[in-house]
């Protein structure tokens, strides 16, 4: 059975139609409100090892915007956990991560097809 957890923030429009469409498929997950819960410098390491860190920032939020511009430039591999950890709203959302006894998958986004595809629907 997998284990299904979506990270993100509450008051997302995304992030409640991905809850709304997955209520719809009966799919069971738990939700992490990345404002009360911020992810460890350990878990955005061990996602960015399966997307890729360029992938788990988030570019297009006032967060990202409101950096200054040598700050933006700068980011990179090493530095990255830090700003994502210390601004757990630059990361992508949602980040769904789902889980089975042998591996862990993680998935950025949400567009119905995309969800269909990762539950075989």
């Given at each position: 059975m997998n284990h299904v957890l979506m990270h993100g923030i509450s008051n997302c429009d995304t992030i409640k139609k991905a809850k709304k469409w997955l209520l719809a498929q009966g799919i069971e997950f738990s939700f992490r409100d990345y404002?009360?819960?911020?992810?460890?410098?350990?878990?955005l390491r061990e996602w960015s090892?399966?997307?890729?860190?360029?992938e788990l920032l988030n570019k297009r939020g006032s967060t990202w915007r409101k950096l200054p511009e040598e700050v933006q430039i700068s980011v990179n591999e090493t530095?990255?956990?830090?700003?994502?950890?210390d601004n757990p709203s630059m990361v992508k959302r949602p980040l769904l991560v789902v889980q089975n006894a042998t591996q862990i998958d993680a998935f950025l986004g949400f567009k119905p097809e995309?969800?269909?595809t990762i539950f075989k629907l």
């Amino acid at each position: 059975m997998n284990h299904v957890l979506m990270h993100g923030i509450s008051n997302c429009d995304t992030i409640k139609k991905a809850k709304k469409w997955l209520l719809a498929q009966g799919i069971e997950f738990s939700f992490r409100d990345y404002k009360k819960q911020p992810p460890s410098l350990e878990e955005l390491r061990e996602w960015s090892l399966i997307l890729g860190w360029e992938e788990l920032l988030n570019k297009r939020g006032s967060t990202w915007r409101k950096l200054p511009e040598e700050v933006q430039i700068s980011v990179n591999e090493t530095n990255v956990f830090a700003l994502l950890h210390d601004n757990p709203s630059m990361v992508k959302r949602p980040l769904l991560v789902v889980q089975n006894a042998t591996q862990i998958d993680a998935f950025l986004g949400f567009k119905p097809e995309q969800y269909a595809t990762i539950f075989k629907l």
